[in-house]
């Protein structure tokens, strides 16, 4: 069954300093991050990204066929979209170039807007856990894809 590509949330922003949960799922759900080095070099964009555009990731983990973010704008111009585009073009480009990986992400992304410090805290507590719940490693902090950056 096909699930249609999520929609954005029509009077909202997404620009300014709002707190994001998102994730990418490759295209079929393929696994290409089992790599190692490729999930490394994938934490790598994502911090650029975060420098670029202003955000702290909260948390992140990079699982083996799809990416978690909790993300955090930090300035009045963090712009969640932007943010969106330019990470999953640096990723793919990446991925086209040193992996020889082509077509990597399923189109679109799913996001939530968290509204509520309990909301952010859940969420964190959910990426960190992500690893853990799949069989990847035994205890939170233990998975080498995850964790948490602050330009």
């Not at 020889?100 to 990426?127: P, T």
């Amino acid at each position: 069954m096909h699930r249609s590509r999520p929609t954005r949330l029509k009077n909202f922003p997404y620009i300014g300093k709002y707190h994001y949960s998102l994730c990418f799922n490759t295209k079929t759900r393929r696994p290409v991050f089992r790599s190692p080095e490729f999930a490394t070099a994938t934490i790598e964009q994502i911090q650029k990204s975060c420098e670029l555009e202003m955000f702290a990731a909260l948390a992140y983990c990079v699982m083996p066929d799809h990416v978690h973010l909790v993300l955090e704008g930090l300035a009045a111009t963090s712009d969640l979209r932007r943010y969106e585009k330019l990470t999953k073009q640096r990723v793919e480009n990446l991925a086209r170039r040193q992996f020889q990986i082509h077509r990597l992400w399923q189109k679109g992304y799913y996001d939530r807007v968290l509204r509520s410090r309990d909301a952010v805290e859940a969420a964190v507590r959910y990426v960190l856990e992500n690893p853990v719940h799949a069989g990847l490693a035994k205890r939170v902090g233990e998975y080498p894809f995850s964790g948490a950056y602050h330009p």
